[in-house]
């Protein structure tokens, strides 16, 4: 009966999907580490908990060791350690190795979360991805660009989701970007190539190192796309049939990325682009489950419940591969610009088109804020037999469904 720590420095919903799919596998003792009280768990999950303790501050390893270590004096030895977030997990593997604990090491977790050193570790394996460069002083933007040419896009070096990310198309871009973040060596900032063409994402399982499963994804348009253009809602569409030779590219690539990375065990999610010349780039990598319902949508084109195959995993090292049985999608209810939500227009005839195809939404409240970003306040998920049903469908979602904002 192993003993299994979550940390979870927030209750978001997603992530306590997570949480309870390990808390219902059998023989799991589970304990939770949080920065949030235990009285915000739902009261049936609390009731599933061998243990909890809380911490000032939910990413710090050392206030996550110690935790570890209270944990301990009441569950007994700790087996596995895990969590969800892309910024839990350089301090997640510190913590299992001052433990002696198995999972992924400080190094490779290291290769996932900084995006520089993982585009550098790329590049040295012959692995297509961005020219970058991290840039510590104005000057090493500008010797950068000199090699790229514009558009350059800028990120946080540890970013996730697209947050803090800029697209720079002339000097005077560079100019206004460098006067109002000036990057420094305490501060740095990630200076890449600005890819174009198509974008997806590859979202696998490694076992003993090897690509056991995927599934794939097409973005439409781009994230970045959606944030530099507030009119544009965003959609992700997963295709039923992913063995086709249109997809051989990225899976040669893919499993080699992961293993000069790193990954031994574990579910990656990576995101590439499939340039204008049919080429594949490697954009990001997280060694974590991936965000935005994605695990939702796999769920349900795979007919399985990834939010307690992902816990099995980590706990067990064990998968059992599904079949792709459907195609799914989802489309992000966003409204233009920033502001509450005033009205909801469409809902009606999206209705009548597509409901057939809708196995999970989100609408949004009159009077909720929406968040910046390119999720939106909102989602309607599809899903249907035929991968062109549901591509027609997300675009008739965004068409008809708009969301007003005062």
């Known amino acids: 009966m192993p003993n299994v720590i979550f940390v979870v ?21 589970l304990g939770v580490i949080s920065q949030d009280p235990s009285e915000k768990l739902p009261p049936v999950l609390r009731s599933r908990l061998a243990a909890h303790w809380r911490v000032a501050d939910g990413l710090d390893a050392q206030m996550i060791l110690d935790a ?10 700790v087996d596995r350690l895990i969590g969800t977030l892309e910024q839990l997990q350089v301090p997640l593997a510190e913590v299992r190795e001052a433990l002696g604990l198995p999972g992924v090491n400080v190094e490779t977790s290291r290769n ?17 991805c961005a020219r970058h460069r991290l840039v510590e002083r104005a000057e090493q933007a500008h010797e950068l660009i000199a090699g790229t040419g514009y558009p350059v896009v800028v990120k946080p070096p540890a970013g996730a989701g697209a947050t803090g990310t800029y697209r720079l198309a002339n000097d005077a871009d560079l100019r206004r970007y460098l006067e109002r973040h000036a990057p420094r060596p305490w501060h740095p900032a990630l200076f890449e190539e600005f890819m174009t063409g198509e974008e997806h994402s590859f979202d696998s399982v490694v076992l003993d190192g090897r690509v056991v499963w ?41 499993g080699r990325a992961l293993t000069v990375l790193g990954l031994e065990n574990g579910l990656a999610h990576m995101e590439w682009f499939r340039r204008p010349d049919g080429s594949v780039a490697i954009s990001e990598v997280g060694a974590r489950p991936p965000g935005a319902q994605f695990t939702s949508l796999i769920s349900y084109a795979c007919e399985m419940d990834f939010y307690q195959a992902w816990p099995r995993l980590m706990i067990y090292d064990e998968f059992r591969v599904p079949e792709r049985r459907w195609s799914t999608g989802a489309a992000y209810l ?28 989100r609408l949004p409240q009159i009077g909720e804020l929406q968040v910046a970003g390119y ?21 008739r979602a965004v068409e008809l469904i708009q969301i007003r904002l005062d």
């Open 9 to 29: 420095p927030f209750f978001m919903e997603t992530t306590l999907r997570f949480v309870e799919g390990a808390a219902l596998l059998p023989g799991v003792r």
């Open 68 to 77: 570890v270590r209270t944990l301990q004096t009441r569950m007994g030895h």
């Open 112 to 128: 996932f979360r900084d995006k520089a050193r993982m585009k550098s570790v790329l590049h040295a394996a012959g692995i297509p």
């Open 214 to 254: 995927h599934s794939i994804s097409r973005y439409t348009p781009t994230p970045l796309e959606v944030i530099e253009n507030p009119w544009m809602q965003w959609c992700v569409h997963l295709p039923r049939d992913i063995g086709t030779p249109e997809f051989d590219a990225i899976r040669a690539v893919a």
């Open 334 to 361: 966003r409204g233009q610009g920033h502001g509450r939500v005033r009205v909801i227009d469409g809902l009606d005839q999206a209705q009548r088109e597509i409901g057939a195809l809708v196995v999970e939404a």
């Open 375 to 395: 999720e939106g306040a909102g989602y309607v998920m599809l899903r249907h037999g035929q991968s062109d049903v549901v591509a027609r469908g997300l675009r």
